[in-house]
């Protein structure tokens, strides 16, 4: 299958707005949940948000939930990830990922082993 390809990282100011691309052309897109982690240099895997692969659900994680939002285009094969009111704590790689299941609990979503695809990563820096 076609690499996940992540694009829109890059380096903004604080209270800027970006929006992540993950292209799935290739892959079993439209039956499949999506995810986005990100990761900080020496700090662990962290779950952000998770849309259900008929995306009639999602799921943003409680620190985020008021600023991120997940978004899914079948017709494109093309996961997002609008950030809004970007703070320096939001600096990391972030990565999409996608499972061989459709939906599942909270415990389940945010575990990063659940996941089958990974995306390489795209970088978000923010400065003051």
């Known amino acids: 299958q076609a690499p996940l390809v992540e694009s829109g990282g890059g380096l903004v100011q604080a209270g800027s707005s970006l929006r992540l691309s993950c292209a799935a052309s290739g892959r079993p897109f439209n039956s499949v949940a999506a995810a986005w982690f990100r990761q900080a240099p020496g700090k662990e895997r962290e779950f952000l948000a998770a849309?259900?692969?008929?995306?009639?659900?999602?799921y943003v994680e409680g620190s985020v939930e008021d600023r991120f939002s997940i978004s899914r285009d079948d017709a494109k094969a093309t996961l997002y990830l609008q950030m809004n009111d970007l703070r320096l704590e939001d600096t990391a790689v972030y990565l999409c990922?996608?499972?061989?299941?459709?939906?599942?609990?909270?415990?389940?979503?945010?575990?990063?082993?659940?996941?089958?695809?990974w995306g390489q990563g795209t970088q978000v820096t923010v400065s003051s």
């Open positions: 990922a996608f499972a061989i299941w459709s939906w599942s609990g909270i415990s389940y979503l945010s575990n990063t082993n659940n996941y089958a695809y």
């Open positions: 849309i259900a692969g008929n995306g009639e659900q999602s």
